[in-house]
T-cell receptor
Framework: AQTIHQWPVAEIKAVGSPLSLGCTIK??????LYWYWQATGGTLQQLFY??????VESVVQLNLSASRPKDDQFILSTEKLLLSHSGFYLC????????????FGPGTRLLVL | GDSVTQTEGPVTLSEGTSLTVNCSYETKQYPTLFWYVQYPGEGPQLLFKVPKANEKGSNRGFEATYNKEATSFHLQKASVQESDSAVYYCALSVNYGNEKITFGAGTKLTIKP
């Protein structure tokens, strides 16, 4: 069975500080990977997607970047946090098929002060 | 671009009553339609999906029909339970080469015992 793990579970960070969030998928080789952001009480906004190692596409610009250093790992980061970065960050995976279901991880809650 | 509009929440119902959450979508392509459910503090999980027009999806007593003519995908359940309390998201996926899922704003459902 596939498992998706995100770290950390929660973070409180200062404005202007760097950030790195991680996501690991086990039990599935060469998945499509995604990052989403969700404001408190808000909908899900897709940020990035990746279909293979080393290749990441941006969907929206939020002063964030993403990388896929290994087949099963997806990293979201920024060098300088903004207040608007607060929210719930979700990693998801899907099979490499058109319009297939995306499976979400447990999320990381970020509060920027 | 693609869009999804669903019943504004919050919605509060008594246990045993019926539920309808409206969902309308706009796209110029041929989407797969999804209903996701999100419990507090967790990532969304798939309730069911329907890839073809005029077909019905169902799971856990919930159902929805992909109505291509009306561009609708309303979620229904005949008799809700307290454990159905969650946020429900209607979503569509169109393959533009980036496997983008467009989510509705979400409908927060609270079931009173």
């Amino acid at each position: 069975a596939q498992t998706i793990h995100q770290w950390p579970v929660a973070e409180i960070k200062a404005v202007g500080s760097p950030l790195s969030l991680g996501c690991t998928i086990k039990g599935k080789s060469s998945p499509n990977l995604y990052w989403y952001w969700q404001a408190t009480g808000g909908t899900l906004q897709q940020l990035f997607y990746s279909i293979t190692v080393g290749q990441v596409e941006s969907v929206v610009q939020l002063n964030l970047s993403a990388s896929r250093p290994k087949d099963d790992q997806f990293i979201l980061s920024t060098e300088k946090l903004l207040l608007s970065h607060s929210g719930f960050y979700l990693c998801a995976w899907s099979l490499n098929r058109n319009q297939d279901t995306q499976y979400f991880g447990p999320g990381t809650r970020l509060l920027v002060l | 671009g693609d869009s999804v509009t669903q019943t504004e929440g919050p919605v509060t119902l008594s246990e045993g009553t019926s539920l309808t959450v409206n969902c309308s979508y706009e796209t110029k392509q041929y989407p797969t339609l999804f209903w996701y459910v999100q419990y507090p503090g967790e990532g969304p999980q798939l309730l069911f999906k329907v890839p073809k027009a005029n077909e019905k999806g169902s799971n856990r007593g919930f159902e929805a029909t992909y109505n291509k003519e009306a561009t609708s995908f309303h979620l229904q359940k005949a008799s809700v339970q307290e454990s159905d309390s969650a946020v429900y998201y209607c979503a569509l996926s169109v393959n533009y080469g980036n496997e983008k899922i467009t989510f509705g704003a979400g409908t927060k459902l609270t079931i009173k015992p």
